[in-house]
């Protein structure tokens, strides 16, 4: 049987424009080709994550990079879409569907400093910039209890313009996903891989996001070839707990769901989770445990558990202090 011209012509990518976003859109388009046997070709997208300057608490933090994507789904301008995961909002819409969650890199954020500095060593007075409330809770609360004295800086651009700051002496030290270093080619910039136990990444972070629209059956079954169970379990119950913590609040929540290892078996999955004031002068920071979600049900149950506990403990009046 022929080929229609339907299936011969490219699969459109829509992808955003930054240098990271091409870099992780182009490696899933070589596995969509090698799966489908069509060409992909990316469409390069502006969200207005990329053209404001304003701190992303300020525009809204969650969907901004990810608006212009979907409406060009919804619009048939792309076939498919490449996000990374922790931009998503945490409902999905009716309309699309999250075809695929390939297997996760690593999750953690890393310390790229000048000197070769890591972060126990940094001077007094040491400016260590980043854009994520998240990450300034955090690495304020671990100061404190090392008795370091740094300055969290805020930043944005993309990741070029953020290590510039450290190469120029602007800052001491950023803070960055070690994902996007690794998609870049740029890991060996980093001085330290910093310890979850201090600091939990974003939820989903390290994670891609393929979705297309829920009436393109067809593709989103092949795109589906690409999913990681594992990975996807584990951003469900991450995504889960900023879901039930959130509510409408833009939220310095950090969340990472391990899997528990006995020999070579996956036994149990590990969710811990975070939420503090941006001075780092209280967390509210807890952990469950339970079976291997067999379901998706399961991966959403594990955290909203979790997220009870955390408001149960004070985490709401905590949200409550920021800004919306």
């Known amino acids: 049987m022929k080929d229609t011209p339907s299936e011969q012509r490219p699969l459109r990518l829509g992808t955003r424009r ?5 870099a992780q859109s182009g490696q899933v388009a070589e596995a969509v080709r090698r799966l489908t046997g069509r060409p992909v070709e990316l469409v390069e997208i502006t969200t207005y994550g990329d053209v404001s300057r304003e701190a992303l608490a300020q525009i809204g933090g969650t969907g901004v990079f990810v608006s212009a994507l979907r409406d060009a789904l919804l619009a048939g301008e792309i076939d498919f879409a490449v996000h990374s995961l922790k931009d998503l909002p945490t ?8 075809a695929a969650v390939p297997p996760r890199e690593d999750p953690r954020d890393v310390l790229v400093a000048r000197d070769g500095l890591t972060f126990e060593e940094l001077p007094k007075g040491a400016r260590v910039g980043t854009g994520s409330p998240r990450r300034m809770a955090q ?6 209890e090392l008795g370091l004295e740094i300055e969290t800086v805020p930043v944005r651009g993309n990741v070029d313009t953020r290590l510039g700051f450290v190469a120029s002496g602007e ?8 994902a996007g270093l690794t998609r870049l080619g740029r890991i060996d910039e980093v001085t330290q891989f910093l310890p979850t136990q201090q600091i939990l990444p974003a939820p989903g972070q390290g994670a891609l996001a393929i979705e297309c629209a829920a009436t393109n059956a067809p593709l989103a079954a092949q795109l589906a070839e690409l999913d990681d169970p594992h990975t996807r379990a584990a951003v469900t119950a991450e995504r889960s707990l900023l879901a039930a913590l959130e509510a409408g609040c833009s939220a310095p929540v950090g969340a990472l769901a391990d899997p528990l290892v006995e020999g070579q078996v996956v036994t149990e999955m590990r969710l811990r989770g975070v939420v503090g004031t941006t001075d780092g002068t209280t967390l509210v920071q807890l952990s469950t445990t339970g079976p291997v979600p067999a379901s998706e049900e399961d991966a959403l149950a594990l955290g909203r558990e979790l997220a009870a506990e955390m ?3 004070g985490a709401a009046g905590l949200m409550g202090e920021r800004a919306h």
């Open 311 to 313: 408001l149960d403990k």
């Open 139 to 144: 690495l304020n609360a671990w100061a404190r």
């Open 18 to 22: 930054s240098q990271l976003a091409m």
């Open 91 to 98: 409902t999905q819409p009716a309309e699309l569907v999250l």
């Open 171 to 178: 800052l001491d030290a950023v803070v960055l996903a070690a």
